[in-house]
């Protein structure tokens, strides 16, 4: 038997994992870790023909069971994604490398557990990634659910509440995938992805729906879509720092791979858009798209009322997440490359900005936002990557964030939905908001007293954070890179491919080329510079208490800092729309199916309740679901 | 195009954007004082203020930030208007389009933002939430207007979006053509240049000109530059979506200071909104004349 | 109604040893009292009388008698009437006891008064500077305080007759206050 | 005596042509784009709304209001300063940047006018701050305000209202005045005397006995910069 690339992948990975478990107490853990993803991207790299519109590879490795043939491969969506989540563990195991494990395990966390949980969750993911059935499918989904259970659950206390409460709802979506596959089963007769290729077009439209919705669902509760969302933003922001920035830059991009790979590709996006929903204007795809733009808003407003820094980053994550989903259903080219391109610049920003926000805890042991202030001037590096960061996640100009956005921007406008583009840009125009508040709350405005002798983050974890911010900006400059990749993903999946060039899009009806665009800016900043330095007289630097207070002597022990209800004004017109509908939602599901359970409970006399609870719980939902 | 043709453009295009900045500044303290009855400023006097301005002597700096977000404020706004297609020259508008002009012009304003965020006033702090508050309020019709406009001409071009309009002379006019969606446009625009009923993030008596209020000097000075290229990008922009862009430099600037005269002198009649109530305003009338714009573009 | 209620504060203001109790208006009700039976008459009015509100303490230096004069102003919203009580100490030591406990409001009265005259009230919360934080000199309101002296010794004057002022008044326009009709004369020598 | 005459003009008329129209050019700029921040201490400053609106119009001729410190040139002082006052004044003075001027108006900073008795009204505000114009009157009249704003445009352009180089070549003396007054404890958030050696105005009476009182107790005032910290010493745990 010969190993083809794809196997040598899943060996190095399953090594990676025996190199936790058995040597992951010794110290060096981290640093052999790191290097053994770094040997992944090496093998992953070996299949870089699969990123410009290679061949599948097969893996040699195939199971009968029951009759179904299980088989794994990858095409370039899985090595899009796979790259994606290689680089992200790469990067964010090399930030845990040194300083931030020493103070990991000083304040008695389990490093073993840390670097296990991490490496199972790269391998379940290559896993799903790699599945050439819907039953490896299954089997990568359960994999990820459970390896991403156990990062998040690791901190304990608040941590281990919000891991249990994404596992019930992972549960659940894995009942309704479930339900979907033996569906799909009864139509095709067959789980692999040929038959139901074929057999899609010609399912009922009854049928359809089913499938939609239960995938939709059992994916979407991954991705974190509404209302499936709640669990995502605690569960991630009480994961230890550089798993948080590994789970928000690819954890729930798994739900839009399945979905990618389910509804678009299995399906068909045209099949989708024939389904109607009864009496309204609407179809199944529109609907799709109506969910996307509301997980866009809504989390992304919930997040700017947060006083936590990773608290505000994780809701974003969700909120991005509807971005992505937005142009792949609107599914034109420009749309779904920006999508697809969205789900590489977020990684990138986002597993920047929860560094950056880490390295700030690591230093000042706080990341609450009202408690910080001012520490531009003790970590400049810090500052730089976190503002990369916040320029790409509110998509602006010159970084990678803004060419994704103007992407699906492009198709929304394209297409003429008036109503998703406006909803869309209120997304960003909240998300800029929020980033404001977090950079400023952080590292702008006055400097605590006791945040005086406060230090950069040590190499070790700004090396890391230095190389997200490089790749930021250039593929911000050069978006033709990653498009690459993005385009022959989506022929991988049957989706149009746009006309791409090395600094953007090109297109009859308005074109994006950010070598341009952002040497003009660079230039425009340059005759800034000239005019403010060679013009002006000179400045000097003062003190931060030098300060207009309106004759007021300030002194040291005054905070002089507005951070809290930072947007006073609009809260006041908004702030009574924040009702926790959801929160109220899942507290009377909970409620039933803890009524019920007290029956089952009666019911069997088991003194284990939690357990029944637990499972009546996913029982029930799923039955609802269904 | 010829590289040297084109770089000339690109350093024309700022340059006339500020001197015509300028006299916009100036037209806008004139319609001031004739408001209240006055006489107003000598003709060169925004050029006095931002001479004067760079010609301080001492002038307080809270540190880099400080520095950058004013060479930002500045340096974005001269990006931007190489973006903006004037009679005869298109520099690289082709290459952006309207969307990224629109993104492109936010730069500035995060530039601001991080400049007044280092100089640990909270005056500027509230200046700046205030101001990215009223950010939310306008862009939103702002970008239903646009969205109506590209859907219309079938481009985010801006040159193309012009051309459309010029070849039927007044009546294929944005303005003429979609009457809704410009009137919609034009108070977004107003709200989008700060001035009363909506300078709620100036606001002098409440916190002290809020962003402005740590700036001295050249940083002052950077500032008030900076209101040129605004007052500049806003109308043009305006007029090129709505009103032909223009054919020779006289008539786009007739239209240009005309499109900018109408907010200003509803402007001095009014005092201040508080911000919610802004917001209010801007989310309800010219969203919805905006979206009614649309339903008859679509 | 206002006659009935007034005949039962008389009354009831029968009940305070030694005080003198005159009727300046149908509204206004001066009670003279002793130093130490103030404290009783506060509590009688504010418990028995309804005259919750302390207004204000108000001190008159009366140096030829080495005393200082205090008058508590407490008003009743029901009869909406004042009674001023007014009580007598001595100069020296100029100590007394604060009504803190019973009007709470008179923290920054006794504190005020405190700051201009130098009583000090025992009991009261705060006894710190209160408006004249960058004073240091003696309690300034004190009649031994003269101020023209302070200002001679401590800030410099400046003549401010220019020319054309002087020509003004040569041509006989301007204001001139002769010498002996003004009150203080700076120019002692 | 006249507070200003004691000031030496400082001619620095340069050589090369060229340069010496761009001073003019900027002397003139500097003369006719005043932006004013009114300190409104007394009565006097009810004069001048009328001065800016529509019957006067301070803005024909450039000046207009500004609200901070920072951003203003003239500082006008209208009415009697307490004791308590000036120090926000001083304060207020010393955060404007230069060339910045000060006009006392009404007669009360002049001498303490009607509260020339008071024991808590400063008398000559020159002896705190360099004083360019004083405006007296009871309160002056708008048409006097502006005669005066015009009188300080006209020393302006030719030069000779350099006052505010007094405050730093001459700061013991205000310095000294200032302890005087408030004690020895004083100090701004400010730091003059950085500020004159960093501009390089500093002259023979920047430093003197004064300034070393207050250099003995003055809290440092170093500007925060910024560091990568990797040289710093370990916090103490």
Known sequence: MTLTPLDELFLYSGITVLVALLLGRRLPAGWMVTILYGIQLLALMKMAPLGYGGEPISSALTFEVMGQSLSWRFDALSWYFALITLGSALLSSWYACGEWEQRFRQSGGNLWLFHLAMTLNVFSMLILLASGDLLSLFIGWELVSWAGFLLMAMAGGVATKAAMRYITYAMAGAMAIFGGIALVYVSAGSLQYEAILTAASQMSTAHLWMLVILFGAGFGIKMGLMPFHLWQAPAYAETPGPGSAFLGAISSRMGLFAILLVLVKLFGIVNIDSLKIPFTLIDARDLLAWIAVFTIIFPTFTAMKQNDARQLLAWHGIGQGGYMLLGLVVADAMGAAGGLLHVFNHATYQAALFMAVTAVIHRTGTADLNKLGGLVVRMPLTFMVLLVGIIGLAGLPPMNGFVSKWLVYRSLLNEGMPLLFVAAVIGTLGTILSVYKLIHNIFLGQLRVEHDNVKEAPWSMMIPMLILTAIIFITGLLPGIPLAWVASVQQAVGLPVPDYTLGGVESASGSLDMIWVIGVLFAGFGIGALIFYFAGGRSKRVHQLDNYAGGHFLTADVRYQYSDNFYAGLMHLIGGWYRGSFLWLEQSVKSLVEFLSLGMQGLYRRANAEFYLLSTALFVIAWVVI | ?298 | MSQELTHWLDDLLEEIEGIKVRRKSSRRVRADVPADALPALLELLQGRAGYIHLSAISCVDWIEDDEFELVYHVWSYESHSLVSAHIRIAREPGVYLSVYDLYQPAGFFERDIHEMYGIHFEGSPNMEKFILTEWDGPPPMRKEFDSEAYVNEHLNWQEYNPPWLQELIAEGGGVIIPPEEQRFSRKKD | MNSINKIPVIEEKRTNPLARVFDEFVRFCRSRSLFILHYCTGCGAIELPPAMTSRFDMERLGIQPMVSPRQADILLITGYVSIKTLKRVILTYEQMGSPKYVIGICSCTVNGGMYWQSYATAKKLDEYMPVDLYIAGCMPRPEAVLAGLQKLMDRIHSGEANSWEDYFRNYDYYLGNQQKLFGENWQTPTDIITEAKHYDLIGEGTLGKHTQILEQHQKPLEALDMRLGHDLKEPTE
């Not at chain 2, 307080?60 to 400080?66: C, D, K, R, Y």
């Not at chain 2, 862009?245 to 005269?261: C, N």
């Open chain 2, 1 to 298: 195009m010829a590289p040297m043709e084109l770089i000339i453009e690109l350093i024309l295009m700022p340059l006339v954007a500020f001197v015509v900045g300028m006299m916009m500044v100036l037209m806008m303290r004139r319609i001031a004082a004739k408001l209240q009855r006055r006489i107003g400023p000598p003709f060169f006097q925004p050029l006095y203020d931002i001479v004067k301005l760079h010609s301080k002597r001492t002038q307080v700096s809270h540190g880099l930030i400080h520095d950058i977000g004013i060479v930002m404020a500045m340096g974005g706004y001269i990006a931007a208007e190489t973006l903006l297609p004037v009679p005869g020259m298109t520099g690289i508008a082709e290459k952006g389009g309207i969307i990224t002009l629109l993104y492109l012009m936010m730069i500035p304003s995060l530039g601001l933002a991080l400049g007044v965020g280092q100089c640990a006033n909270p005056n500027g702090s509230i200046g700046i939430a205030r101001a990215l508050t009223a950010m939310l309020a306008y862009d939103i019709p702002l970008v239903i207007v646009i969205f109506g406009v590209a859907y219309a001409a079938g481009t985010t071009n801006l040159v193309d979006i012009i051309a459309v309009q010029q070849a039927g002379g007044f009546e294929t006019w944005g303005a003429v053509q979609m009457p809704v969606l410009a009137i919609a446009g034009l108070i977004a625009m107003h709200a989008s240049l700060g001035k009363q009923p909506f300078e709620i993030y100036i606001a002098p008596a409440e916190i002290a000109t809020g962003p402005m209020v740590e700036m001295s000097g050249k940083y002052l000075g950077g500032l008030f530059v900076m209101q040129c290229f605004q007052l500049y990008t806003t109308s043009v922009l305006y007029v090129s979506l709505f009103l032909g862009g223009g054919t020779t430099w006289f008539d786009f600037l007739l239209k240009s200071f005309l499109v900018l005269a109408i907010p200003v002198s509803i402007a001095y009649l009014f005092p201040r909104y508080r911000t919610e109530d802004l917001l209010r305003l801007m989310w309800k009338w010219p969203v919805m004349l905006g979206l009614i714009g649309v339903a008859f573009v679509l």
